[in-house]
């Protein structure tokens, strides 16, 4: 059974299919959830950043929720992942981004988390710095390499794409040429090397969608035909490295602004161009940015969610189907899928 986890402005909707309709249910209301990420090796184990609250872990897919670790209980937890290859028992080792900008590692479930301090002493730390809130930034987005179980990338938003290949132990600073300000990365399971960056830097003469095929060395900016540039969500197709779909609005106001609503959704494919996608979508999309999931176990489907509803793709994000829910749901800050 499929499951979606859908992070709003005050609570946690856990979504899952109900004689034909997606029936909602809501916790940790009142918490402020950010962020979520799902256990890959055991899917009943969810975790959920929140706004002040610190880190919260579910082992029973989203019904029940327990606060997970003092060093962390009343932090603003921005982004989470777990691995799929780092295991200890029964739990993958859990990584914690907060704001202001730091890095944590669980090894045992969230009972306790360490620093990884390391990452705050990087020559380009000092010029992090987030545009609404400029004497500080946040960690935004943590991606786990699938073929080196040790090898992190983790987004600073706003500032620098910095890597560690020892588990946070020491760290690479952002390269020359590298998104600045990234907010969706993801990786691909059957292509090492590869890294996908969906970045506000095309609204700051940079590029919105960036590339890498060596780990983060190098990088390319594959972004003809996206006529918006400031790109929040982004997912790529499970069975397909070269099928990407991104969300894209003017500029940050247009993104997150109801009032100043400008974002829709682009598709590339092999190495066509970007293609703007409206076939079952709201016209426009929506007054903000849709953020965009995808599971391994679904080739060729992807999940949006907006303060539109929620759609799903079942031909590569060529066209999309509304979800039809039991009750309204607005996402505002993080998607999910578990299956």
Do not use: K
């Amino acid at each position: 059974m499929t499951t979606i986890y859908a992070a709003t402005e005050d609570s946690l909707v856990c979504l899952s299919d109900a004689n034909g309709g997606w029936e909602a249910r809501r916790q940790l209301q009142g918490r402020a959830p950010r962020c979520i990420a799902v256990d890959p090796r055991r899917p009943e184990r969810i975790w959920c950043g929140t706004a002040g609250a610190g880190i919260w872990r579910s082992v029973d897919s989203g019904a029940t929720w327990q606060a997970a670790g003092s060093e962390l209980v009343a932090a603003h937890v921005s982004a989470v992942a777990v691995s799929p290859d780092e295991r200890v028992g029964e739990d993958g080792v859990v990584y914690a981004g907060t704001d202001p900008s730091a890095l944590f590692r669980s090894e045992d479930g969230g009972a306790t988390w360490n620093e990884l301090a390391a990452m705050r002493a990087l020559p380009s730390a000092p010029t992090w710095s987030f545009p609404p809130r400029p004497e500080t930034s946040h960690v935004r987005w943590i991606t786990l390499d699938p073929f080196e179980p040790a090898t992190l990338y983790v987004c600073i938003e706003a500032g620098a794409l910095v890597r560690s290949r020892d588990g946070g132990r020491t760290w690479t600073d952002r390269v020359p040429g590298g998104p600045i300000d990234t907010h969706t990365l993801a990786a691909h399971p059957r292509v090492p090397g590869r890294l996908y960056s969906a970045a506000g830097d095309g609204v700051m003469g940079g590029h919105g969608y960036n590339e890498s095929h060596d780990g983060g060395d190098t990088w390319a900016q594959p972004d003809g035909g996206i006529e918006r540039h400031y790109l929040y969500g982004l997912a790529v197709d499970p069975g397909d490295p070269d099928t990407v779909v991104v969300s894209a609005a003017t500029s940050p106001q247009t993104a997150h602004d109801p009032s100043h609503a400008d974002a829709t959704i682009y598709r590339r494919s092999a190495d066509g161009p970007w293609q703007e996608v409206r076939d079952g979508l709201p016209e426009p999309m929506g007054g903000l940015r849709a953020l965009l999931a995808v599971h391994l176990a679904e080739p060729g489907v992807f999940y949006a969610g907006s303060n539109r509803g929620l759609f799903r793709s079942a031909d590569a994000g060529l066209s999309w189907q509304r979800l039809q829910l039991l009750e309204p749901v607005t996402v505002d800050y993080a998607i999910a899928v578990s299956a």
